[in-house]
């Protein structure tokens, strides 16, 4: 057995997989200190029992959990910092005037590949600004942090309408579709009129001012293909237009595509007839 996973996830994941998710549902409420994971299993076993509005529930409060204790400040990691095209790039990102369009990760907890998706940026953009929507465990020192729920007003919005139809976790599939509002409330604040979101085990190789924007050509949106949610450039109209395109999509229940319902499968019928610039071309 894998020694990271949690007692009280195992137990939970063995009830489901012997066909008793209530009993899973029922040992997960009954812990004596709840934190951010249970709610996230409890929002997953909820899905699982179709009790979409405690699932949503959970999801809120899982997030709400995440967030709860203060940031600390933390590095990207010695061995991260010791590399020296990060080392370069990390003292002109300090010194250089701040270029105008900011890399945005939306993202929970700080596994290792989140801090080398950051600092492969600062090597490759050092004037980017970087930016992390995330939560108490991934405030990196080189980036300004805002905790998710402080701008969650449109995330929870499109929560309540959000019905879960994918292969993969609810938590899962239902948090990549509210970053794009979390982004969306984040540039509103900002005053950011322009931003590039990334996944974080993307590894950009490429300057953002001189590489990558001239790609944009003027348009609102661009993307890694049409099911490519995973590098973007948007505007503040674009992020305007995605958010109300996902809102509508679910308007009056499941969106019809006869199997799994993503962001990424969403996306062709978001560009279908729309200009828009793929950046997976060259």
Same mark, same amino acid.
């Given at each position: 057995l894998d020694s990271r996973v949690r007692t009280d996830e195992l137990g939970a994941r063995l009830l489901v997989a012997s066909g008793r998710p209530e009993t899973a549902l029922?040992? *997960?409420a009954d812990s004596p200190a709840p934190d951010a994971r249970t709610w996230q299993l409890m929002a997953d076993v909820s899905w699982l029992l179709r009790d979409e509005a405690s699932a949503r529930l959970y999801l809120r409060r899982c997030l709400e959990a995440r967030c709860a204790p203060e940031a600390e400040p933390r590095e990207l990691g010695e061995d991260i910092l010791?590399?020296?095209?990060?080392?370069?790039? *990390?003292?002109r990102h300090r010194q250089a005037p701040p270029a105008p369009t900011p890399l945005v990760w939306v993202h929970w907890e700080a596994p290792?590949?989140?801090a080398q998706s950051i600092a492969a940026a600062i090597a490759a953009s050092p004037a980017s600004p970087l930016a992390v929507i995330g939560d108490s465990t991934n405030a990196f020192t080189p980036c300004r942090h805002m905790p998710m729920t402080r701008r969650a007003a449109s995330a929870w919005a499109f929560l309540e309408r959000y019905r879960h139809r994918s292969e993969n976790d609810y938590v899962y599939e239902a948090f990549c579709? *509210?970053?794009w509002y979390l982004l969306k409330d984040w540039a509103e604040?900002?005053?950011v009129e322009?931003?590039?979101?990334?996944?974080s085990d993307v590894l950009l190789f490429a300057d953002v001012e001189t590489e990558l924007l001239p790609r944009l050509g003027g348009h609102d949106v661009a993307f890694t293909g049409a099911m490519g949610p995973h590098l973007a450039i948007l505007t503040q109209d674009g992020l305007r237009d995605l958010c109300g395109f996902f809102m509508q999509a679910y308007e009056t229940g499941v969106p019809d595509l006869a199997g799994q319902?993503?962001?990424m499968t969403l *996306?062709?019928?978001f560009l279908a007839g729309r200009d828009w610039a793929d950046l997976s071309e060259e």
């Open positions: 029922e040992f *997960l010791q590399m020296p095209e990060v080392a370069a790039g *990390l003292a290792p590949h989140f579709l *509210l970053r604040v900002e005053g322009r931003l590039i979101t990334l996944d319902v993503t962001d *996306l062709p019928r």
